[in-house]
């Protein structure tokens, strides 16, 4: 049944969907979830503090970002960005950004916002008394935060930070709407280019499963390991 | 002032006594708290202090003071506001009228440097609140590092040398949670130290603790009032009153009812109220 299929063609290709397509996937995964988590954990200190207008403004771009559809907020910053830059900057043309910077910025602001409610949850369950043994010891708000609340919330919601990376992992692949070409998008190409749909989209599925199994697995494995002792 | 016998130190608490070798290194001279003179100098007056929670009055005129090297025991029933008035003191709760003066600095006063006052008064929990991310030597120097600036060096220094004082050298690299609530508690207590506060504060430094763990916390107190510190404790142990109080403040529905001299407070408390707390907690 399956001599119709020819999986030569992923053996052959493996170089260019690895050192192209997954490099592209793995970066813009990896720094769109660091930034976002900072950006995220800011947002969080925002939401929490008690000042009036940081807090609304806070919790209208969380619920705003978590309310549109991903594609739709790419196609949203592609498209705005060079305007708001040639603003920002006084141009008078719109600046040219390029995809992958377009990208990048799309999918920080949209996973901070998610990454946001998982280190507001991580810092609401730090308890109160910690904060106070903080101030009495002289600490100030960013003193106690970087050295008291922070480093537990983060610890306790790393799993959950982590899960969130690894549907970042798979959601990067909607960058195909910006003729980008991640892990997904070279497989594709390759595929329409040999007329090998099904065997490309197999191992595409395949070795998106694997890669997140593992990490799921990974993540369960960190959880022991980073947990506080109580 | 107080003429109770010395208690015999346990091994297992082998407080210094005051005179530690002299430190070259910035840090306090001499002894490892401030050697207590009592000079009469007032180290903490409150001031005809109210605070409201929405419509209920918590605190009402509450006006008391605590002198230099003084141990002023708080006591009374729970929900009497003792434990919101010794947090009044640096400022950890807010209070809205009348006046705290620490070490001549007004707690209720915009110009203040909130986080300057709280480093010099050191505050001990009834929940210990150790960091539990951090091994014992960092809960030691962080806020030394962070707040007072000290170098690494100097703060691990000052650190170890208070928990050998409360009997925990060997504890060193663990955290928290590896910890009994008692040995915890003497951490938190030396961690307090560690920052030179001119006034130790206690928040029912035992009451979170099991039976036989009271006694190690306690003997660390008993030895830092003998050497002098300025101490304000709120707590239910009446046999750490008797041993090392110069006064006691009875507090009842958010008032200072009574304000005496251990031995009339023990003696012939005169409100009816002290006299009933004092049968109910000293039956047993």
Redesign the interface.
Known sequence: MLSNFDFSVIVSSLPYLFGQGMVFTVSLTAMAAGMGIVLGTLIAMARLSGVPGLKHIAKVYVELMRSLPLVLVIFWFYFLVPYIGAYVTGASNPIQVGAFPSALITFTLFEAAYFSEIMRAGIQSIPKGQTAAASALGMNYWQAMQNVVLPQAFRNMLPLLLTQTIVLFQDTSLVYVLSLTDFLGAASKVAQRDGRLVEMYLFAAVVYFAICLTASFLVRRLQARVAIIR | MTSTPMPAPTPSNPVAPAGQAPTDDGLQQGSLIQPGTRTGETMIAIDNVSKWYGDFQVLTNCTTSVSKGEVVVVCGPSGSGKSTLIKTV?A?EPFQKGQITVAGTKVLDKSTNL??L??????V?Q?F?????LTITDNLT??QR???KRSGEDAKKRGLDLLARVGLSAHAHK????LSGGQQQRVAIA??LA?NPVVMLFDEPTSALDPEMVGEVLDVMVELAKEGMTMMVVTHEMGFARKVADRVIFMDRGEIVEDAQKEDFFGKPRSERAQTFLSKILQH
């Open positions: 640096n950890l986080p300057k709280r480093s010099r008064v050191g505050m929990f929940h609140e150790l960091f539990p991310h962080i806020a962070k707040v007072l955290f928290p949670g590896q961690r307090a920052m």
